[in-house]
């Protein structure tokens, strides 16, 4: 921004107070949100869009990205590849979907990121164990069991940023581990952006009403490429060691664009 000449401010969103009766943000043509906080996310995105600010990335999208359910869903509703995956509010029908998945199955936080509290279910006992525990240790008794078919990725998984229409880059995040975030280890090392990923990038954006987001795609083992999930606040320390794109600039640029359209 600065280097664009453009006035801008950085609100640390832990400093202020959002005072939910008061109409005065409406100097700000536009806000990038950048609260890597799920929920600090979504609150500071809705009060700014009530109050009449544009913000990047909107509160709907952000809504559905920082969900795994409706991000599933959402990729379903618009014909995006992604693997198999089904919800159960209990232990046992949590048990029987696990089972008729077939093991290996992946059980996940529906709200949650850098590879955290993930579960790799290989057998029926690990199963068991591991539904009792997440059953027992849910104070609320209300996530769901977010059970989803395990993908025989070779090695690792392709990270891309997609910026407004653009697919900014693509990576190739490997470890031998099977989770492969950044924050957990894995290696970032630079990949083309084919056609197919870049469609399958751009239409899992858009399939969650788009901005600036970052797509996590997986090899399936004969070869075919299914979105895993799209992240709201990208981050991007290993992409920028790894790629020679202009990311920060894109990003700048998208959101001059919207704040020119908001004026
Ligand atoms: N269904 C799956 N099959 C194989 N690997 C998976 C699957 N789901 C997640 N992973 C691995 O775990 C990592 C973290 O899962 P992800 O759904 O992206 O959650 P997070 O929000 O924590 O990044 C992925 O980057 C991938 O390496
Ligand atoms: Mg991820």
């Not at 990047?56 to 359910?69: F, H, L, P, Q, R």
């Not at 199955?105 to 850098?114: A, C, D, F, M, T």
């Not at 399958?200 to 969650?208: D, F, G, I, K, N």
Request: proline share 5%; glycine share 8%; aromatic share 6%.
């Amino acid at each position: 921004m600065r280097e664009r000449g453009v006035g801008f401010e950085r609100i640390d969103v832990r400093q202020v107070i959002f005072d939910l009766n008061d109409a005065t943000l409406e100097d700000y043509d536009v806000v990038l949100i950048r609260c890597l906080s799920h929920s600090r996310a979504l609150y500071a995105a809705k009060t700014l869009q009530e109050k009449g600010v544009r913000t990047v990335n909107s509160y709907e999208a952000i809504a559905t990205c920082g969900d795994k359910v409706l991000t599933t869903l959402a990729l379903i509703e618009h014909g995006v590849p992604t693997p198999r995956t089904a919800i159960a509010f209990a232990r046992e029908p949590a048990l029987t979907a696990v089972e008729e998945m077939g093991y290996p199955v992946v059980l996940k936080p529906p709200v949650g990121s850098w590879g955290r509290l993930m579960a790799k279910l290989n057998d029926r006992e690990a199963a068991e164990a591991v539904i009792e525990h997440k059953e027992a240790l849910d104070k609320s008794q209300d996530a769901p069991f977010y059970i989803q078919d395990y993908i025989h990725k070779p090695g690792g998984d392709i990270r891309t940023l997609v910026v407004g229409n653009e697919t900014v880059y693509a990576v190739y995040r490997s470890s031998p581990h099977w989770i492969t975030n950044t924050a957990r280890g894995g290696n970032t090392s630079n990949l083309p952006v084919t056609p197919e990923i870049d469609h399958l990038s751009r239409a899992a954006a858009e399939a969650v009403g788009g901005g600036i987001v970052a797509v996590d795609i997986l090899e399936d083992s004969d070869g075919s490429l299914l979105v895993n999930e799209v992240n709201h606040t990208p981050e991007f320390h290993g992409a920028m060691q790894a790629t020679d794109a202009d990311i920060t600039g894109r990003m700048a640029d998208y959101v001059l664009s919207i704040a020119r359209e908001e004026r």
